[in-house]
């Protein structure tokens, strides 16, 4: 019988023995990892979908999250070396897809180039295999370099300090009083909201990999029964006869949105609590910020 077994008849017991079991399962999937990543066979990869979105997993990452802070407030300068290594993740992240944007006007262009001047109906790219798509499947296809803009630079905004934010108690407040203020948004609000997008937006992009479907209400037991059955059913449907018809990208956009926004909160949290703990000399430490477009244009007008 496990700890969650023997403890879980009441809410504290539960939690305490998910928390205690979770260095035990985070070394099992480590030293396991044909157990759920051989997804040539069918139960190894109903694991993964399983534990994907489940309490293990879920409590694996709340232990590794603790161990670090621990480690973080008796060693301020290993809490200061995850913050800057985790905000150079989100920034490199973002700047990198932000060139999204370029490509989606380039492509833009080069349809209504095609379209209007050539009266082209279709557009091939390639050199030795030619892959060829109807006008419109470029056409949708736009949405998915603006989806990868929104979800994939969210991390980067939130460090370049970019996002809209309500400043009626906020702005006013004393420094180390902003600071509990980022502290408990991380903790009680960016985290649980992550957690409630990761969970159904989990299984909302499996639904449209695999078949027999699965769910959030799906047990383990019930998992593996499906595991049988289980084959590839990858979503090709598009919205027009000829159009973009790889929407099953926008869900794996959906889990890498949520992913970035647990990384942005635990770096948003170890940030305020170092802050905090250092003083107003502290704000913005280390923060690698990008310049305005003013500030740039000067400094590239002096070289």
Known sequence: MGLVDAWGSNPIGWFLAHLIEAPWNIVTALL??????????????????????SVELFFAFLFLVTVLTIAGLIRPGLMWAQ???????????????AWAGLIMVIQQI?????????????????????????????????????????ALCIAYTFVQGGHVRVDLFYAPARFRTKKVIDMVGAALFMIPSAV???????????????????SASDNYERMMAKARALRWNVETIGFSPNGFN?????????ILFTALIFVSAVTCLWRAIL?????????????????????????????
Request: no cysteine; aromatic share 20%; proline share 3%.
């Open 32 to 53: 396991n990892p044909g157990l759920w990543l051989n997804w040539s066979d069918g139960e190894a990869l109903m694991r993964f979908v399983y534990y994907g979105a």
């Open 83 to 97: 913050v800057r290594g985790l905000e150079a993740f989100q920034n490199t992240t973002g700047r990198f897809f």
């Open 110 to 150: 080069v349809i209504i180039f095609m379209q209007r001047v050539f009266g082209a109906s279709q557009i091939s790219l390639g050199f030795g295999k030619v892959v060829t798509f109807d006008i419109s499947w470029w056409s949708e296809e736009l949405k998915l370099y603006n989806a990868m803009i929104v």
């Open 196 to 214: 409630l997008i990761w969970l159904y937006g989990w299984f909302f992009l499996w639904r449209n990999l695999i078949t027999p479907t699965t």
């Open 246 to 254: 790889a929407y099953f990208l926008f869900k794996v956009l959906l």
């Open 275 to 303: 802050e905090w703990r250092e003083g107003q000399a502290s704000e913005n430490k280390y923060l690698d910020r990008d310049p305005p477009a003013d500030a740039a244009a000067e400094f590239a007008a002096t070289k």
